[in-house]
Every structure is written in structure tokens, then in C-alpha cells.
């Protein structure tokens, strides 16, 4: 029979106490997308006298980062988003971090399997592999076959009793659709064809986002879902388990995803992505966040500069354009030295203490360079590419004798991939360089000789792994991709 999920009402949710949050992943730097949806969610609770929530996700274990959360508490509240609920803060519906909640998730699965709206899953990663290659080259689309599904109880049984592992997902209707209410869009509908047998549970008792999110926001009273609309294809699987288990729904809003200038999704390997890297490299934070205010279409038409309370006062959800906002980096820069030149000289000498020549900058800086300076007045002829915001080399500086320049700009673009998941340190920027050398044919002294010529600009400095351990990860990697970006333009 066919099962149509209607839309959710909004008459009860109404009448709710607004309470909104974001989830952030602690897999790595915070990303300038967590930073706008978070005002986004900031701006929409101060207006209506609600609550802003943290909420951890970091049931991905293999990604997990541990110092990763603490860059987002810090990342937020260097720019004024202050949330009311939290890991760090507390609140009456903790824990707010997703690790911490596990049997939360195993019990509302068991409720699931108990109703039919779940099953367990034996394919190993292997069977699925392979089923999944043979749909591709069938040109099929690449989803779970259900064949577990079709496991009777006693073969389920069987199997348990094996010990054999499993995972749980969700029992999609066979046909129907389910349609659900965007308040920037309107209604979508999705057909059930469409919408693949998730995975709620997976084999190590960890939930997938789905499971987690659609029971925290629940639990933890969500009334609005504010968030990007790279999840709108993932709602109707969020709106199937909350009729699965008989709860209300809140209101969701998918908000435009921000663009490179080529109108493509924003992503590390065209722009820094990493707030970590905005902050080093000297930008104010009012200045960013009145430029995320920006992205979203929600200020009036005429003001271009805002601060955080006048976004609370005049932001407009109703104004938001559907058109994916442009992440201009120049137009950030415009915007950085707007805010610049209105501060006093001593907040601007305070700024450039704090950002450019910290105490704690300076004495990182010292082991690298005592031993090779013999006057003080040399210190800036060594370290200068650690100030300077771009440092180009010329070909004869970083092109190696027995590479192509075309070689060499591919490596590059390796290099940039092997990097980003490394701790920013220096036994661990050694490995994965020296890995990497080792695929591709390029020998250490090689490789070191490109890299010390793209962060340094020169053919010697102090020594470089530790150089870039004190430059940071997110301005090492910009300096790499801008390198790239330059070099790719010069061949155009």
C-alpha cells in the first residue's frame, strides 16, 4: 500500500519556546560554514527570545580530532557567538556531546526494531562494496539492496546468535513519497524510490548523524532546524523517523550553501575554510562576522556595515535569498580594513600586538632563528615570510632540477591533500611528507626544497617543519593553495 508523510504542522510549534543549536563535528579546524550557520541560529534565537544550543557530534570516530573542540568554543566565541546551552556551559537536556549518549541512541533503536521501522543489517563493508560497484556499472543508483531486509527472524535470529556483527537502518516504505514543509522553499516531496535503507546504528554501537540528530533535537526540545541546505536530500529521512516514533516535527530551514567565486560549494581547496586561519592571519573578528551577516541577504539592502547587535535588530530571515551567497575574499578584505582604519592607534597597535607580534609568536620564534642571526638588526632578513601575508617564489627558487614544472604543480596539489588531515606537528608534517615522497618519486631533499620555497620564499631559513608548526596549519595550507592558484594562472 502506498504511504504518503504529509507535511508537519506548524500550529503546535508556533506556541513552542524557540530553542535552535548547531552540531559541529570536532573532526578538524572549524570551518567558516559552522560559523554562519551559527549566527544564523544565534541571530534567529536573541530575536525571539530563545535558546541557542552546542551540540557535539562526535560520534565519528575514525575523523574524531581532540583538540578540535575546543578550536570551536574558541573559534565561536572569538566572534561573539555566545551559546546558552552546551558541553562547557551545561544545561537542563545534557549531555550535549553525542559520545556521551550512546545508550540514549541503542534504546530509542530497539524502539525502532520493536516497530518494524528498523531492521538489522549483516552485509559486511566488502559485500556492500561490491554490490555497489555492480550497481554503478549497471548505471542503477547506488544504494542498499535490502537484502537483509528480507532476513526471516529465525535467519536473523541465527545470526545473532553467531555473533555475527551488524548494523541498523531504517525500513523505508516501498512506495509513496514524503513531503515536507522548508520555510524558505515551501513543500518538498521526496519519492520513497529515491530514499535509500539508512543506517541509524552503526557495528561499534555509534548512531550516523541521522539517528543522533532526529533524537537530540527531539530530546533536547529543538523547535527549529537551522542549518545548510546540502541536507535538504536528507530530511525526508529525518521526517520518516520522527513518524516512526510518533514525535512532532520541528520547522526546518535549509539556508543557502556559501560559493566560491565560480558559484561552486565553498571548499578548502579554492579558499580557506578554517576559521583558525582568518584569526591568524589578521582579521578583526567583527569584521567577519559582519561579513558572514552578509551572506544570507537578511540585512537591508542598503547597509554593508552592521554590527552583531544591529543583526539581531534588523536581520529579516524573510529577506534571505536563495541564490548561494558568494564567499569573496576580496570583498572580506575591503570589509577587514574598513574595520581596521576606524579603530584608534592605540586599539590599532594593540591589534597588531595581539595578532602579529604576540609575546607568544616572538618566543617560538627565537629557538628557530638565535643560532643563525649575529646582529639583532638580521632577525627581520630571516624571518620576514613569517609576517608578510604573501611570499611568491620565483621558478628558480622552488622548481627542482629533475622535475618538470608541470610535475611539480601536480605534487603541489598532492601535498595540499596530504597535509590537511595531519596534527599540525612537526614529527607528523615530517611522516606524511616523507610518505608522500616515497608515492610519487619525489625524494625528501626534493620535496623539502618546494615546500621551504613556497612558506618561505627563499632557498634557506631556520629550520622548516618547525617554522611551520609556528606559522599554524590554516596559513601554511593557504600559502600552499595560493602558490597553487598563482602558478595555475601564470600557465593560463
Known amino acids: 500500500m502506498s504511504k504518503e508523510i504529509a507535511p508537519a504542522s506548524t500550529e503546535n510549534a508556533s506556541a513552542q519556546p524557540v530553542r535552535v543549536r548547531i552540531a559541529p563535528s570536532p573532526t578538524g579546524d572549524p570551518h567558516v560554514g559552522t560559523a554562519y550557520i551559527g549566527l544564523l541560529n544565534f541571530i534567529f534565537a536573541r530575536q525571539r527570545g530563545g535558546k541557542f544550543l552546542l551540540r557535539i557530534e562526535d560520534t565519528d570516530r575514525a575523523r574524531f580530532v ?120 515551501g513543500n518538498i516531496t521526496f519519492d520513497h524510490n529515491n530514499v535509500d535503507d539508512q543506517v541509524l546504528l552503526k557495528s561499534d554501537g555509534f548512531p550516523t548523524y541521522h539517528l543522533a540528530n532526529v533524537v537530540d533535537d527531539h530530546l533536547m526540545q529543538i523547535s527549529d532546524v537551522i542549518r545548510a541546505e546540502e541536507w535538504i536530500s536528507s530530511t525526508p529521512k529525518h ?109 590599532y597597535f594593540q591589534v597588531l600586538r595581539n595578532n602579529v607580534f604576540s609575546d607568544e609568536i616572538l618566543r617560538q620564534m627565537v629557538p628557530l632563528v638565535q643560532t643563525r642571526i649575529e646582529t639583532l638588526a638580521q632577525f627581520g632578513d630571516l624571518a620576514d615570510f613569517f609576517f608578510a601575508d604573501n611570499v611568491m617564489p620565483a621558478e628558480s627558487v622552488f622548481l627542482p632540477k ?27 608534517i615530517d611522516a606524511a611528507l616523507r610518505t608522500l615522497g616515497t608515492a610519487q618519486s619525489w625524494s625528501t631533499k626534493e620535496c623539502f626544497m618546494l615546500l621551504r620555497a613556497i612558506i618561505t620564499g627563499k632557498t634557506a631559513s631556520p629550520p622548516l617543519l618547525e617554522s611551520m608548526v609556528v606559522f599554524g596549519k590554516a596559513r601554511s595550507l593557504d600559502r600552499l593553495r595560493r602558490f597553487i592558484d598563482a602558478q595555475k594562472k601564470i600557465k593560463q
Open 239 to 347: 521526517v520518516l523517523l520522527y513518524a516512526a516514533f510518533g514525535w512532532p516535527m520541528p520547522r526546518f530551514w535549509h539556508m543557502p550553501l556559501l560559493r566560491n567565486t565560480d558559484k561552486s560549494k565553498i571548499s578548502k581547496r579554492k579558499n580557506p575554510v578554517s576559521l583558525i586561519y582568518y584569526r591568524q592571519a589578521g582579521f578583526l573578528p567583527q569584521a567577519m562576522t559582519n561579513f558572514l551577516g552578509l551572506m544570507g541577504g537578511g540585512m537591508p539592502p542598503d547597509v554593508e556595515i552592521f554590527t552583531l547587535a544591529q543583526m539581531v535588530e534588523q536581520f529579516n530571515f524573510a529577506r534571505i535569498s536563495l541564490g548561494g551567497p558568494v564567499f569573496d575574499l576580496v570583498k572580506l578584505k575591503w570589509l577587514n580594513g574598513e574595520y581596521l582604519r576606524a579603530l584608534t592607534e592605540e586599539q
Open 66 to 185: 581532540e583538540s578540535s573542540e575546543q578550536m570551536i568554543y574558541d573559534a565561536l566565541r572569538w566572534l561573539g557567538l555566545e551559546w546558552d546551552e552546551g558541553p562547557d556551559v551545561g544545561g537542563p537536556f545534557g549531555p550535549y556531546r553525542q559520545s556521551e549518549r550512546t545508550a540514549i541512541y541503542r534504546e530509542h533503536c530497539d524502539k525502532l526494531l520493536a516497530s518494524g521501522a528498523a531492521y538489522r543489517c549483516f552485509c559486511t563493508p566488502e559485500e556492500l562494496d561490491a554490490r555497489r560497484k555492480q550497481q554503478i556499472a549497471a548505471k542503477l543508483p547506488a544504494r542498499y539492496d535490502g537484502t537483509c531486509r528480507r532476513l526471516s527472524d529465525e535467519d536473523v535470529k541465527a545470526k545473532l546468535d553467531a555473533g555475527i556483527p551488524f548494523t541498523i537502518r531504517m525500513a523505508v516504505p516501498f512506495t509513496g513519497s514524503t513531503t515536507f514543509r522548508d520555510e524558505l522553499r
Open 402 to 428: 629533475t622535475k618538470t614544472r608541470e610535475e611539480t604543480l601536480a605534487f603541489c596539489g598532492e601535498l595540499l591533500t596530504a597535509l590537511e588531515p595531519v596534527e599540525w606537528k612537526s614529527t607528523e
